[in-house]
């Protein structure tokens, strides 16, 4: 047996069986007064679980001369699984069971298929004479010796198809079990073995296993426990040896919370089994180049990784990249996530952060500057999709520029947000390795991103972040942008008063360094903010000044945002007509610069002058063109509110069922986006006799 939760790992000291002298658990003698070899090791103790995984091999063995290929990650239990399977159905094999551990993964070296044939057929009796040292010759022999009868095989820890492809017999009554961390899949290709892939036990079993072997009854402290330990039997039982001498599972569960302690914190107290070592296993075995892709992915700082992700990280192109992440997946080493992401289990990403450090410095920090410059220009080109008018950070002129990789606003929201959490850390990596002008570029170009999904946390958080960057690279224009994302947060989250200090300080230092487009930013920034307190006068006199400033810089794009905000205030100051001309204006100007955001909040602009004056009919329709634009370029928000409005109108105009749709989209959209207009959009739909499914 080997260390993959295996009894004998914990009580007792089975080894290889490859000689007859070596046979573990004796020799009976059969019918025939032939010797039947009963070679299985102790089954583990307290085996929990696994009741699928049991059912499958049942009915593999019932299908005749039949290969279960367990594989899995170190740790998971494979070898545990196949001894409780043999021994729960060694009568079914009344010829014998033989055991090898093939020590493919183990301090010692990988056994030779001409040296566990010669123990099998030892143990079967063979006469000396025929046992010669010529593989091809003790194959045929073993599966002569084996014909007629029926026989399980149990070739544990395999490293490689070839170890163990020699020892299947060919009997229709033989059963054959072959684990490893490796699928094997040549094995299910050429030789038509099933894989059978084992996971992590579940929570409740795993909780269970941990309460039976420590001792301590603490359900909380347990699940905490196998969490830490990834599910997986043998971590859960060092761990829980460990816990046995203590007065209960806190110190344990505290010791593995700790990144820094959890390798330690995975080793028997004697000393005789850590994770270190059962891990090393795999990695000492690696080629080269895989050795090192499982060193630098260990840089990725967030939860799972993509391809791309993953060649910028080893410096491959994406196809190689690709086989290398897939035979990594394939040897447990990584773990696919579908979508093809990956990422690695808490303990094998310790070990590979301690592995990385085989790298030189200079090669780790190249290594996560290519990560956070593949990030950036790929948030870039998701910006330049979402808001193609907006002003975007500079790029270095020098990095080559790859095609354009979205298709359309809908593909840049779900790179996005597939790729959020990654983002945010590599953010605060770019700051710890003082990447500086990536930690401000990459906040302020996921700012729209962000403030369309409502993500007002994050992007408060991250935009602080990116203004102390500038500050530290000393770049004032950078710095001016990052306050004005910072108040921008502030508004969304309505600290306004908050909002306006950053904005003013943001124009302030845009009057020092004279830049024109910036000074008019953030005037319009002021004035909006302005509004939102209820100042509506003094924000209209400060929106003028930004538009003049505007026109003057030949902004387009700008000018019909300015207009929105003018019409908005118009209205607020019980000027409808006034409101009505800008928003027309606003309208106009965003579609000859196809500024979809601006077109969609001029639409919803103009519902709100119609629907204010009692036009109802005219109100519908505008709204019902502004949640069109919002849906395109997936303004969540703003297509909610457009919806909020719409049903509202449809049904004052007498037209409940199309009312009751459109509100009940809005309290979806409300819901997740976790925004308190839900309940204004609940409340306007119960109103109607609706409800939201």
Known sequence: MTAEGSANTYSGQARNVVLAENIYGGVNTGPHGLPVPRQLPRPPTHFTGRTDALRRLDELAAAGNGIAMISGPAGVGKSGL??????????????????????????????????????????????????????????????????????????????????????????????????????????????????????????????????????????????????????????????????????????????????????????????????????????????STLARAFRLLALHAGPDFSVP??????????????????????????????????????????????????????ERRGALRRELAYYLRRVDACDRVLAPERRHVPLDPHTEQEPAPFTGPDDALAWCDSELPSLVRAVYQAVEHGFDDVAWKLPVALVYFLRLQRRDTYRFELSTIAVDAARREGDRWAETWSLICVGGAESDLERHEDALGHFTEALGISREIQDRHWEATCIYNVAWT?????????????????????????????????????????????????????????????????????????????????????????????YQQAVGVRHRVGDRFGLACSLLDLGRQLAAAGRPAEAGQALAQAVVIFDDLKDPLVEDARRSLAGIGGEAD
């Open 82 to 287: 196949a001894a409780h399977w043999a021994h729960e159905r060694q009568a079914d094999f009344p010829d014998g069971q033989l055991y090898v551990n093939l020590c493919g993964y183990d301090q010692r070296a990988p056994l030779r298929p001409e040296d566990v044939l010669h123990g099998f057929l030892h143990a079967l009796s063979a006469s000396a004479d025929g046992m010669v040292d010529d593989l091809d010759a003790m194959a045929a022999l073993f599966r002569s010796m084996a014909h007629g009868k029926r026989l399980l095989v149990v070739a544990d820890n395999a490293r490689s198809a070839d170890q163990v492809r020699p020892l299947f017999p060919s009997s229709p009554g033989c059963f054959t079990l072959v684990t490893s961390r490796n699928r094997l899949g040549s094995l299910t290709a050429v030789d038509g073995a099933t894989p059978l892939l084992v996971r992590p036990l579940d929570l409740p079993e795993a909780v269970h296993l941990v309460e039976r072997l420590s001792g301590h009854r603490d359900t909380r402290a347990a699940t905490e426990l196998v969490i830490r330990c990834g599910g997986k039997p043998l971590f859960i039982r060092i761990v829980a040896e460990r816990a046995s001498a203590s007065p209960s599972l806190s110190g344990p569960v505290a010791d593995l919370a700790r990144d820094s302690d959890r390798l330690d914190a995975l080793s028997t107290l004697d000393d005789g089994m850590d994770a270190r070592m059962v891990l090393s296993w795999s990695y000492q075995g690696l080629p």
């Open 309 to 362: 992700a993953a060649a910028a990280l080893i410096d491959r192109p994406e196809n190689e990249t690709r086989r290398i992440l897939e035979k990594l997946d394939a040897l447990n080493m990584l773990e696919e996530m579908g979508g093809g992401r990956y990422r690695y289990h808490d303990v094998l990403r310790d070990y590979a952060r301690e592995r990385v450090e085989e790298e030189t410095p200079s």
């Open 530 to 622: 302005l509004r939102l307190l209820g100042r509506y006068a003094e924000g209209l006199e400060r929106q003028r000044q930004a538009l003049e400033i505007h026109q003057e810089c030949g902004d387009r794009r700008s000018v019909s945002i300015t207009l929105t905000e003018i019409g908005a205030l118009e209205l607020d100051l019980g000027r409808p007509d006034q409101a009505y001309t800008e928003f027309e204006r606003a309208l106009s100007g965003a579609r000859a610069a196809a500024d979809l955001p601006t077109e969609g909040k001029a639409l919803h602009g103009l519902g709100d002058v119609c629907r204010t004056v009692g036009r109802t009919s005219e109100a519908v329709e505008w």
